[in-house]
């Protein structure tokens, strides 16, 4: 796959790292160091250069997202921009286990970072193939500005954005440098408390949309992320069509395809709407007509005072079932010690597609019912479906069920299925 290294730029000065002050670790086909004096158990902003050993998992699925897409996109010339890249731990793997990349771009603002990555492309043997690797020092806004602004280049056609906490200040220059039709944009979110509603003015002041703190927020805040990506898309002149959405431990991650099509992108409002949800009952409804239409009365409990609402965010489809289906495969030949848990994650959001905005948490419906025992999820989907409804898992919450059944006749099954 990869044959020859052209290091565009070497960072010479830095090379005199001495090897006692760092840390071999091996993740996926990578090896890398990370200063001994950064502990990775707690992982924080504070170390010299970043390394989190819990999103081990989002580099495992980024890295078979990327070989998805080149075959599916049918994209034979990868231009990859990695703009955060802390230790280059997650463009190394890419560099290692995937297919048709020609130039990658490996940035990252701290230059302590820039000298490990300058490193661990050497301790990797990168150095000596053909692959353009530039490495920069660079504010990821200035980078993407820079490359929006080369003409005549042949622009990147996946950009990855992994800050700290929220991207919401780089998708706009990202899309102004991202390939526009059939780009592969994917964005990573960690402030889970604001998109979950802890920090709802928060959510509002960076995402432009309302959260809701319940049982389902995870998807809520999911689908603010994508609602926002859309409309900062829009504002370039482009859509996006989500094709995997995940949540995962503390991190959202989207991974989204760019098109450029005037009348696409006016359709694609429809995919904007609100969730209606009730306080006191539990009662949820999702919508795309306008805000001020929303009812004042739970049309479920008849209560007045408990109706919120989240949004606006995305109503529409989260993931690209195919796409899904490409990267299972690929994953049935990983060795990552994540393999079952990524295939547990893509089944059940395959499972969710298309189903209703938001799910049920059994054991808490169990506990409010008082039930002695919980019954098993797949029992419980089984009676719902040969009802004639919906019925799911979901990869938001391994402990919940989506469905179109509504919730009283849901706690009804709960009961009967107990007896
Ligand atoms: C969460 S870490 C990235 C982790 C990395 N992608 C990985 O898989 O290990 C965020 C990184 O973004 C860098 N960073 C923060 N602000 C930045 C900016 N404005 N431009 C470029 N890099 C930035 C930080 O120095 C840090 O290394």
Sequence with gaps: MITKINLLFCFNKYRIMKNKDLKLIREGLAEFYIYTSDNDLIPSKA????????????????????????????????????????SGISAIRMLKECKNIKKIYINDINPEAVKLIDHNIRLNNLD?????????????????????????????????????????????????????????????ATDTAVLFGVRPNACIRKYLAKPLHTEYCKEVGSRILIYFISRIANINKMGIIPILTIYSGHFIRVFCISYKNRRKI????????????????????????????????????????????????????????????????????????????????????????EMPISYYNIHKLCQTLKLSSVPKIEAIISKIKEMGYQCSRTHFDFLSIKSDLDLPTIKDVLVGLQK
Excluded at 159 to 185: C, E, H, R, W
Excluded at 300 to 308: F, G, P, R
């Design 47 to 86: 170390m010299n250069v970043f390394y989190n050993k819990r999103m081990i998992i989002n580099r495992d699925i980024s890295s078979l997202a990327i070989n998805a897409y080149a075959t599916l996109f049918k994209q034979d010339e990868l231009l990859i921009v990695d703009s955060m890249a802390a």
């Design 128 to 188: 000596k193939d053909f692959i353009q690797i530039e490495i920069t020092n660079k504010d990821a806004n200035l980078l993407f500005s820079e490359i929006a602004s080369f003409k005549n280049q042949k622009k990147p056609n996946i950009i990855s954005i992994d800050p700290f906490g929220t991207p919401n200040t780089y998708v706009d220059s990202a899309f102004k440098a991202i390939q526009n039709v059939n780009g592969l944009m994917c964005v990573t």
């Design 266 to 353: 006016t359709q694609s409002f429809k995919n904007f709407g609100y969730i209606l949800h009730c306080n006191n009952c539990g009662y949820r409804y999702s919508f795309k007509e306008n805000i001020l239409k929303i009812p004042k009365r739970c049309p479920m409990c008849y209560n007045v005072e408990c109706l919120d609402y989240a949004g606006p965010l995305w109503v529409d489809n989260m993931h690209d079932t195919n796409f899904l289906e490409n990267i299972l495969l690929l994953n049935k030949n990983s060795k990552s010690p994540n393999k079952n848990r990524i295939e547990k994650l893509l089944t059940f959001a395959i499972d969710e597609n």
